[in-house]
């Protein structure tokens, strides 16, 4: 079961920049596991339009048994996991933050934050034996405390207490991954503003434009950087 292609898995990978990470990704050749919580939302994208070779595994963030089964169907197939996408996510409903209550932020925190730490716990020991394991966590420049604190930035204008909040506690858990892991390359990207479901299609950047970055960090040359914010053109302040 030794493969010579690099075996990457991207969650959330049914639609919008998921999808797009999935085909770019299928396109260089590699082995692409096309990872989706809809069993036929995931198949109907793995066998059109993600690409050739791209292999459907049902996997729910919010789920330990959804994740189990997802590392264990892995595994039949490949012996590692050399690239990790943890792309799946959801926004929130734009209310003013003095309107949000705990469990607001709790069912979007439950796919943000605690989804990403339970695919890449359980993964991590597929992941160990890539000889250059990548971690990728699609955040957002809506998580930079820099930009959230200069007036002059559209972030600073745009209150999403449980979104922002979410994404800000992501970076830090690349922080930490990244310090924690040595021999990985740990790190968040900013896909930009591309229009997609998750915006009612309102932003101003195409899916290939936002998948950039994402892709730009899942193929890193070995001694690229780790426990870094990337956007396509470059680092993003924390
Ligand atoms: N679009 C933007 O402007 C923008 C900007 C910055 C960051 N991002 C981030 O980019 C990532 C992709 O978003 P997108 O814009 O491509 O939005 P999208 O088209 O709405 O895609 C979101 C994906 O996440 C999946 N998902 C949601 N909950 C899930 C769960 N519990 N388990 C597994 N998958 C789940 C969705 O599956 P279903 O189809 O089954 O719902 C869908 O495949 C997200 O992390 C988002 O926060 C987006």
Redesign the pocket.
């Known amino acids: 079961m030794t493969q010579e292609k690099t075996v990457a898995l991207v ?10 990470t999935v085909r770019r990704l299928a396109g260089r050749g590699w082995q692409v596991f096309l ?4 069993r036929r ?2 198949i109907e994208a793995a066998a059109g339009p993600a690409g050739e070779g791209v292999e459907f595994v049902e ?5 330990d048994d ?1 994740v189990a089964a997802a590392v264990k169907a892995v595994a039949e197939r490949v012996d590692r996991l050399d690239v990790l996408v ?6 929130g409903p734009l209310l003013d933050p003095a309107d949000m209550d705990a469990d607001m932020l709790r069912a979007l925190y ?3 934050v605690f ?1 990403q730490v339970r695919v890449t716990h359980a993964f991590l020991p597929l992941l160990r034996r890539s000889r250059q394991p990548r971690i990728v966590m ?5 998580a930079s405390l820099t930009h959230a604190g200069d007036p002059a930035r559209p972030e600073h204008g745009f209150l999403s207490l449980d ?1 922002a909040s979410s ?1 800000a506690a992501l970076n830090m858990i690349v922080s930490q991954y990244a310090r924690a892991l040595p021999g990985f390359q740990v790190n968040a ?11 009612h299609h309102t ?1 101003v ?1 195409t ?1 290939a434009e ?1 998948a950039a970055a994402i892709i730009r960090l899942a193929t890193l040359d070995p001694g690229g950087p780790t426990g870094g914010f990337f956007g396509s053109d470059g680092p993003v302040p924390w």
């Open positions: 969650t959330g990978a049914n639609k919008g920049l998921g999808l797009e990872a989706a919580r809809d939302r995931g996997l729910d963030v919010t789920s959804s943890n792309n799946a996510g959801v926004g439950e796919v943000n989804g699609v955040s957002s420049a809506l979104y994404k990207a900013d896909p930009g503003n591309p229009a997609t479901d998750m915006n932003g950047h899916v936002g």
